[in-house]
């Protein structure tokens, strides 16, 4: 395990002679935010840009704001190569340093850490992936993931080829194929999946692919070849997604009936593929390109002066945006926290209040240098996620273009299943503690 400081409190380089321990100072002087990435494996062509927008946008509220509430951020990335053994292993380096948050930006890590985060008080942001139960506050109030569960992206995705069919109506006898990532990111929508087959009348094709065959899917292809789907729905991440889209194309399939969830719509995706790959489609909750007043001051006070890694062709691509947005989720919830709490250094028991009654609004995005850069996002102590809307992007050929609305979840369909979903998961992981928090915002 790599544990890489990056930047560091103004308030911890003027310690230097003074005999108290460092994890002490920057428990008292800064806000520690961990960062766990991964920048190396199979999944690094995903990781990377993600990586890097979240680092670039609290690195410049550093740089430009002095951190947050006049307390600088410190932030830490920690490799785990999305493996969820080191993934634990970095949750157990930070979580005696008094971390706000932490974002394992893995489903199988954030499956490992939430039976931890209500024993050690400690948040956990899994943004848009994860267990999609854990939306429901009253059973999970540490583990928030806004602004969409798994089985919005799929109610959504669903709800797209209907509209392009005719309507749900007419999906009966139609076949959707569904090639996921066999993992339990991968699995996390098909209950949702067969749900909506039965209610509609159409069939599911499943197409898993081992973590060991991302990039060996000639097999999958060619029973995509003899099945003939009349849409896919990709569920892909990392080295999957761009074989996936280049086998698709090479087979033949129609690429404006192949659509992907908002982890396989990067440019590294689409781009391997060439011209083959023109028409595919992805969902997507924020905005791709850099010309926005926040992502100039990125520029500005980071990247322009050596303290990024991002390279300067990257800048406002769908990844790295996503990584901006994810961060700045963080920096809007300890703002909140300080705010409840009356306090500029906060704890992580104050994040998880400043999270419960997060809401970024279309101003707040406005605001904050991001006018129309995503939807708004409203988290309360019953509902930690928010299911927000999502729009349809498709490839050019050079480039991702927006090509429909922005898209609600089929709500009333999702919120019954995931709160079953959520009493099943705590059957299962007994004893499971009650919620004791209150809640600020007296929604529960």
């Known amino acids: 395990m790599r544990l890489k400081r990056l930047v560091l409190g103004a308030a911890v380089a003027g310690l230097v002679g003074v005999s108290v321990p460092a994890t002490q100072a920057v428990a008292q002087d800064s806000l520690f935010v961990p960062l766990f990435t991964y920048r190396t494996g199979p999944f690094a062509n995903s990781g990377i840009p993600i990586a890097n927008g979240m680092h670039d946008y609290l690195a410049m509220l550093n740089a430009r704001d002095g951190g947050i509430g006049g307390v600088k951020l410190n932030i830490q990335e920690c490799e785990t190569g999305y493996n969820d053994a080191k993934g634990v ?12 948050v932490v974002n394992p930006y893995s489903t199988g890590i954030t499956l490992a850490l939430i039976p931890k985060a209500s024993v050690d008080h400690i948040p956990v942001l899994s943004m848009a992936y994860g267990l999609s139960a854990s939306a429901v506050g009253a059973d999970f109030p ?5 602004p969409d569960t798994y089985w919005d992206g799929m109610s959504i995705a669903l709800k797209y080829i209907a509209e392009k069919e005719g309507g749900f109506a007419k999906l009966k006898g139609k076949t959707i194929g569904f090639i996921f990532l066999d993992v339990g990111y991968g699995r996390e929508p098909i209950p949702l999946l067969n749900d909506f087959a039965k209610d509609y009348g159409f069939n599911v094709k499943m197409y898993p692919v081992p973590p060991s065959q991302m990039q060996s899917q000639g097999s999958v292809w060619l029973s995509v070849r003899r099945d003939r789907p009349d849409w896919m729905i990709m ?56 010309n926005y007043p926040a992502i100039k001051d990125i520029e500005k006070y980071v990247i322009a002066k050596g303290q990024s890694q991002t390279p300067k062709d990257q800048i406002g691509e769908n990844f790295y945006n996503r990584g901006v947005m994810n961060a700045v989720v963080i920096a809007e919830a300890i703002r909140n926290a300080q705010r409840i709490t009356h306090k500029k250094v906060i704890d992580g028991a104050d994040m998880r209040r400043g999270l419960e009654t997060l809401q970024i609004s279309e101003q707040r995005w406005k605001q904050i240098g991001l006018p129309e850069f995503a939807a708004p996002i409203h988290v309360t102590c019953q509902d930690h996620n928010g299911h927000g809307s999502v729009y349809v992007q498709q490839w050019t050929g050079k480039g991702w273009a927006k090509v429909s609305g922005w898209i609600t979840p089929v709500k009333e369909k999702v919120i019954p299943l995931l709160y079953d979903a959520a009493k099943d998961y705590i059957s299962k992981n007994q004893p499971w503690p009650k919620r004791t928090e209150p809640c600020d915002d007296k929604t529960l």
């Open 142 to 146: 540490w583990i928030f993931n806004p």
């Open 235 to 290: 569920w892909g991440w990392g080295a999957m997604n761009p074989t996936a889209v280049t086998e698709a194309a090479r087979t033949g399939y129609p690429m404006n009936h192949f659509i992907g969830v908002w982890w396989s719509g990067s440019e590294g995706d689409a781009r391997p593929a060439g011209e083959a790959a023109k028409g595919y489609l992805s969902l997507n909750f924020n905005a791709v390109g850099a």
């Open 89 to 100: 292993e970095c949750y157990d380096s930070v979580k005696g340093k008094n971390p706000l």
